[in-house]
T-cell receptor
Framework: QKEVEQNSGPLSVPEGAIASLNCTYSDRVSQSFFWYRQYSGKSPELIMSIYSNGDKEDGRFTAQLNKASQYVSLLIRDSQPSDSATYLC???????????????FGKGTKLSVKP | DAGVTQSPTHLIKTRGQHVTLRCSPISGHKSVSWYQQVLGQGPQFIFQYYEKEERGRGNFPDRFSARQFPNYSSELNVNALLLGDSALYLC?????????????FGPGTRLLVL
């Protein structure tokens, strides 16, 4: 079982719709969770971070975390063509197993927003 | 404020050669991490440095090494390059270590090994 799993997509939604991106992780000691957006040929850009169970909203973005289910999601409301990118879910296990908090990434979900 | 900077932006090498990649963190950031991203995959952790000391190492062979300088900039060295080393190499910086520290990525160095 991979440590961080995402549906690779592509996920296609019409402009103005809600895009729902999902991520599961295998290690219960995971402490922090991040969503990065990566445009083709570019580096990852932080969208949201979430550390405790529940929802966290920032503009059109909402991150949801359920540690019991080991599940984190990202909702994008009023999707725009400029949101078309690969969305990477990343997990930080903190100081566990000798690590000082490196990020473990999923493969990413490719989102396409159609005008 | 300047973000994370990396040099060079692109690099072409042949098998067996050596390469050095450079990274300057955001001003004030003391932690630098290196990641390798091959096409179609998420970034994979290589090293993390904090205050010039190695604080984490991913599952990469000994051909990969790194160091951090007193000004917190960092170098990643790869010896005896293989075709499979072709990837985007990303540097990320954070203020400190810790699970809730946000890591900010540089633009990356795209390495092609022929």
């Amino acid at each position: 079982q991979k440590e961080v799993e995402q549906n690779s997509g592509p996920l296609s939604v019409p402009e103005g719709a809600i895009a729902s991106l999902n991520c599961t992780y295998s290690d219960r000691v995971s402490q922090s969770f991040f969503w990065y957006r990566q445009y083709s040929g570019k580096s990852p850009e932080l969208i949201m971070s979430i550390y405790s169970n529940g929802d966290k909203e920032d503009g059109r973005f909402t991150a949801q975390l359920n540690k019991a289910s080991q599940y984190v999601s990202l909702l994008i409301r009023d999707s725009q063509p400029s949101d078309s990118a690969t969305y990477l879910c990343a997990v930080n296990r903190g100081n566990y197993g000798g690590s000082q908090g490196n990020l473990i990434f999923g493969k990413g979900t490719k989102l396409s927003v159609k005008p | 404020d300047a973000g994370v900077t990396q040099s060079p932006t692109h690099l072409i090498k042949t098998r067996g050669q050596h390469v050095t990649l450079r990274c300057s963190p955001i001003s004030g950031h003391k932690s630098v991490s290196w990641y390798q991203q091959v096409l179609g995959q998420g970034p994979q952790f290589i090293f993390q440095y904090y205050e010039k000391e190695e604080r984490g190492r991913g599952n990469f062979p000994d051909r990969f090494s790194a160091r951090q300088f007193p000004n917190y900039s960092s170098e990643l060295n790869v010896n005896a390059l293989l075709l499979g080393d072709s990837a985007l190499y990303l540097c990320a910086s954070s203020l400190h270590l810790g699970a809730q520290e946000t890591q900010y990525f540089g633009p990356g160095t795209r390495l092609l090994v022929l």
